[in-house]
């Protein structure tokens, strides 16, 4: 018997692409939101507790806020105050000006729209915090969705969640392996391949190396995500694809 599935090329229609790293660059304001926010909390800039808090949030770039929050603070209630605190600091720094797209970033996600692929911008903030985003660079109908770690059940990554509500919620393919994920982070590499994306890219714009990147399963590395448009014409091509 023919396997179908297996003969059936696939056509990369549905693209996950994060945000702060990936298609938007916000010049460190995430670390210098948390400074503001644990400031606010009562830890003491400067003091070793501060420094070993700022590198975790290094480390975790990518990872749904509240959880790193939950990590650092040790209780709901804790947790809750630094994750608002936070988003008052981002919104305040955004409204700023201090944020602007990755270059190409806009025309990328234009051009695949353009292509027929439907794309969805993610992000680990909370949904006060991507609206701000989105008004301080006039994205609001940038993307065909947006989605917070809250609209897909309340885990970020690296969770596949907001991959896979993606997926849901668009209708866009039949397949999971027609997703493409595409981010800056480890995290946004074990989040595409969790959830069986068939294109997980990671791009050196933002947080983490190449090594990183590729260490937690990225298919491809790309030097941004201006590049993605002409990576899947290319794939689209190859046999098998």
């Known amino acids: 018997m023919t396997d179908i599935e297996t003969n059936t090329p696939h056509n990369h229609r549905l693209i996950v692409l994060d945000m702060a790293g990936t298609t938007v660059a916000d010049g460190g304001l995430v670390e210098r939101a948390f400074e503001r926010a644990a400031e606010r909390l009562g830890v003491e800039p400067g003091s070793a507790d501060h420094a070993a808090k700022l590198q975790y949030v290094r480390d ?4 749904s806020k509240i959880s790193v929050f939950r990590h650092l603070f040790g209780t709901e209630e804790l947790a809750q105050r630094a994750n608002s605190a936070f988003e ?12 602007a797209p990755i270059p190409g970033a806009r025309e990328a996600v ?3 729209r353009a292509d027929g692929r439907t794309v969805v911008l993610t992000t680990g903030f909370a949904r006060v915090t991507q609206d701000a985003i989105l008004d301080a660079l006039g994205w609001q109908d940038l993307a065909d969705l947006t989605l917070c770690p809250a609209d897909a059940g309340g885990r970020g990554r690296p969770y596949p969640d907001m991959v896979l509500a993606a997926f849901l919620r668009t209708g866009a393919v039949a397949d999971v392996r027609d997703t493409v994920v595409v981010g800056d982070t480890a995290y946004d590499m074990l989040s595409g391949v969790r959830s069986g994306a068939g294109i997980v890219a990671g791009v050196l714009t933002g947080a983490h190396d190449r090594a990183a990147l590729t260490e937690h399963g990225a298919t491809h590395v790309l030097a941004s995500v201006a590049d993605l448009p002409g990576v899947l014409e290319h794939a689209a091509e190859e046999p098998g694809a």
Do not use: N, R, S
């Not at 975790?60 to 990872?63: A, D, I, K, P, Q």
């Not at 008052?88 to 944020?99: C, F, N, R, T």
């Open 110 to 112: 234009e051009k695949l």
């Open 60 to 63: 975790t770039m990518g990872e």
């Open 88 to 99: 008052q600091a981002y919104g305040e720094l955004v409204d700023g000006g201090l944020i």
